[in-house]
């Protein structure tokens, strides 16, 4: 995972609310093993038409649009199901932000794991993003502020160790594995319900 | 100081606690493992080097893009990525010593529905799953929740996973459903009334009388939307109703073990004065039957009023308009499945409308059983004979038309009256207009060919 310090680029608004996991990538595109190349499946329902060319009127396809790296999102973004396929289709396509004024549980904490920073922010600066598409902002963990134009700042939270492992670009397992001795230890002292025995 | 029955359990499974600087690392008593979020974690063991910690508190299954026609899934697989996908996990599962029911099992199932049935799913466990529906198990009193292909790596190799907190909320829901109203309907009008991030960040804890209630298939019901709210978890405090059900299960304790398991699962209670950091009251008795009009299982109203007033682009998709009745619009697919309503109770609810009737000609009906023992028991009832000479197709077990994954779908533009969870567009193909409801109400509209009040058939 690439480190996460700080970042600068103009946004794409999508401003529908509750977009969930089945538009940022339809089940029928889970059936691969690896994570590469979901990009191109990205809001696959919305992006193209029936014929399977790119629809001209869907955001994500104008011109301005293209690099864009901020997604801003309606009410509750990622809503659905647990498919690690939305943050994976979103970073393949160029996506490492997205800003919502909810956005859900477990698709916030795929997205983290990713390399996408999630972020939540007021009404207000979330109208304000809606209804100005195209703007330039940065994103920076440093200081952990959103920064718009005319120097409008404001500040946003993220599980610290969520920050710490974005900018690191570090992933967790590692830090899990280092746990070892305290799973063996929990294991021997726990009086747990036998384990499942294997199957027949 | 009283606690909740999630911070029981909580405390309980923390290995390591939190802290502002990193999460709880909480253990996983129970893991499920399916095909679709499963490749891409046992790559990065492989990648690394890094077995399995724990294959028998693993249990694996084929369910998501898994063919429903015997022809398709005891002959041939036809080639192709579900397929390919199917072998990535029989061979993951080998290489690590994973227990897999696999396609020929007499076990295989949903892979929610198969976990409570083998008697797997146990009071007091964390349980996860790559899946969101994972809060089904949540009916048992276990911490059950729904976890990305990365954590599903996390707990295969060192069976824990990294959490905060999440918040509580009571749904404490009062007397009885009346008849012709089901568990189903009961948790869409929660999600109406919660909306469809409602829940987010929290644990809900299903309460009351209504609850109590409930036979265990029902609380699977119920728990098993809790995610369609945003939620975490749902779960019920475990009582005679759960004992019951689990006692001479195969994955059950036995013995003097189940003897020392239920006075540990008796103390699963939310203590008097517990304080949950939210709650809400719903009255069971006033609900009738619910279907889903939008686009979000959030978008639901009683079968016999008119749709409100809501976002236009949802509306337009469906074809529906602001103030229509949906009573007498009609349906092109009925499907009867999903770990929703898949198991042997829903079956019968469905059978009840459709004994001695016939499906709609131009009506596409599709009963589809949770598992392969649910198969088994509705076959031994006759129940399948009542979905075949009604004109119904009677299918083997899997997620199906839930999802579309395996070939069967609903067309562009048609209407599905579905007893699964997900509206969302597309979510049964592409352009499908699915309509949320009960077996009852799916059975009914596949009687009449149009969305109806299946009061009217009892
Ligand atoms: S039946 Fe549907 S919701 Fe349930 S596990 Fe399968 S695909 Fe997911």
């Known amino acids: 995972m690439e480190p996460f310090v700080s970042l600068t680029s103009r946004t794409v608004v999508l401003p529908a609310e509750d977009i969930d996991t089945d538009q940022i990538i339809p089940a029928r595109f889970l059936t691969t093993t690896t994570r590469a190349g979901l990009g191109q499946h990205l809001f696959s329902e919305w992006r193209y038409l029936d014929d399977g060319t790119p629809d001209p009127s869907f955001t994500m396809n104008m011109r301005q649009s293209q690099g864009a790296q901020v997604l801003v999102a309606g009410h509750n973004f990622g809503c659905g199901s647990s498919r690690e396929h939305a943050p994976w289709a979103l970073y393949d396509f160029g996506i490492r932000v997205v800003i919502s004024t909810q956005i859900a549980d477990i698709f916030r904490s795929n997205a983290q794991k990713n390399g996408i920073v999630p972020i939540l922010v007021n009404d207000e600066i979330h109208q304000w993003l809606l209804t100005h598409p195209d703007v330039a902002v940065t994103v920076d963990l440093e200081s952990m502020t959103l920064r718009l134009p005319g120097a409008r700042q404001v500040e946003f939270e993220l599980d610290p160790f969520a920050r710490h492992c974005l900018m690191q670009g570090v992933d967790q397992l590692g830090f899990l594995l280092a746990q070892t001795s305290d799973v063996d230890a929990f294991e021997r002292d726990q009086p747990l319900t036998p384990a499942i025995a294997v199957a027949s | 100081m009283p606690q909740t029955l999630f911070d029981k359990i909580w405390q309980r499974h923390q290995v390591v606690g939190e802290s502002a600087s990193a999460p709880a690392t909480v253990y996983i008593d129970l893991h499920l493992v399916h095909e679709v979020t499963s490749p891409q974690a046992f790559s990065v063991l492989r990648e690394r080097g890094l077995s399995v910690r724990r294959p028998d508190r693993t249990l694996a299954t084929l369910d998501h893009s898994t063919p429903t026609r015997a022809a398709e899934l005891y002959g041939a697989l036809r080639p192709g990525p579900a397929t390919t996908q199917i072998q990535t996990l029989q061979k993951n599962c080998a290489d690590f010593g994973v227990p897999l029911y696999d396609l020929d099992s007499r076990e295989r199932g949903i892979v929610h529905v198969i976990g409570p049935e083998l008697g797997a799913s146990h009071p007091g466990f964390t349980i996860v799953c790559g899946d969101s529906h994972t809060s089904t198990h949540g009916a048992f009193g276990a911490l059950a929740f729904g976890i990305g292909t990365t954590e599903v790596g996390h707990v295969l190799a060192t069976q824990c996973l990294l959490q905060r907190r999440p918040k509580t909320m009571a749904v404490n829901v009062n007397g009885r459903l009346a008849p012709g109203v089901s568990a189903k309907d009961l948790i869409l009008a929660i999600i109406g009334r919660l909306g469809v991030g409602g829940g987010t960040g929290h644990v809900l804890e299903y309460r009351g009388e209504a609850i109590a209630a409930l036979s265990m298939e029902q609380r699977m019901t119920v728990c098993n939307m809790s995610i369609e709210a ?170 199906s038309m839930c999802i579309a994954m395996n070939g069967d779908a609903v067309g562009s533009g048609q209407y599905s009256v579905s007893t699964s969870n997900r509206n969302f567009e597309g979510r049964q193909g592409r352009g499908a207009r699915t309509l949320l409801a009960s077996p009852m109400t799916a059975a009914a509209a596949a009687v009449t060919g149009r969305v109806t009040d299946p009061r009217q058939f009892l």
């Not at chain 2, 109703?241 to 073990?257: C, Q, V």
């Not at chain 2, 074809?319 to 499945?337: H, K, M, N, Y």
């Not at chain 2, 770990?339 to 409308?353: K, P």
């Open chain 2, 230 to 399: 945003g939620a975490r978890a749902g779960l019920v405090a475990p009582d005679d109703t759960t004992l019951e059900y689990l006692h001479g299960r195969r994955f059950a304790p036995r013995g003097r073990d189940w003897a020392a398991a239920v006075s540990r699962w008796r103390a699963l209670r939310s203590d008097d004065g517990a304080v949950f950091d939210r709650s809400v009251e719903l009255d069971a008795s006033a609900l009738a039957p619910m279907i889903t009009y939008g686009t979000h299982p959030g978008m639901v109203m009683p079968i016999d009023g008119t749709v409100p007033a809501s976002q236009r682009s949802a509306l337009d998709y469906m074809g529906l308009s602001e103030g229509q009745r949906l009573i007498g619009q009609p349906v092109d697919v009925v499907f009867v499945g999903s770990c929703t309503n898949s198991r042997l109770s829903d079956l019968r609810d469905a059978a009840r409308v459709l004994r001695g009737r016939k499906v709609r000609d131009g009506v596409r009906a599709l009963v589809v059983p949770g598992s392969q023992q649910v198969k088994r028991d509705a076959e031994a009832e006759g129940l399948h004979e009542i979905f075949l000479s009604a004109g119904a197709q009677w299918r083997e077990s899997g997620c």
